[in-house]
């Protein structure tokens, strides 16, 4: 039977391997897009910006497709998202 912290490792190991693979988490959305707060991010229709949810109950996590993100930005053009262009927005879309 494996200990806690083994488990707890596998699942840290998990999530790593999934952010690995493309996936942006709402925190990686808001310092990309500039914007003041995860609730902007959470804000967002999932019309708009679509995202799926890993983990049951209180643990769930959203994660959003790198794919999903850039027809988000390109969508939203005065979101200039890039972090190469110097400037962002400051609220949601």
């Known amino acids: 039977m494996a200990t806690l912290a083994e488990i707890r490792s596998r699942a840290k190991q998990h999530e790593e391997a999934i952010l690995s693979l493309g996936w942006?988490?709402?925190?990686?959305?808001?310092?990309?897009?500039?914007?003041?707060?995860?609730?902007?991010?959470?804000?967002?229709?999932?019309?708009?910006?679509?995202?799926?949810?890993?983990?049951?109950?209180?643990?769930?996590?959203?994660?959003?497709?790198?794919d999903w993100v850039i027809a988000y930005e390109e969508a939203t053009p005065d979101l200039n998202s890039h972090p190469a262009s110097g400037s962002g927005s400051e609220t949601a879309a």
């Open 24 to 66: 942006f988490t709402p925190a990686e959305l808001k310092d990309r897009w500039r914007f003041k707060s995860l609730s902007s991010i959470y804000a967002i229709p999932i019309e708009q910006l679509r995202y799926k949810e890993f983990g049951t109950g209180a643990k769930k996590r959203r994660r959003y497709r790198e």
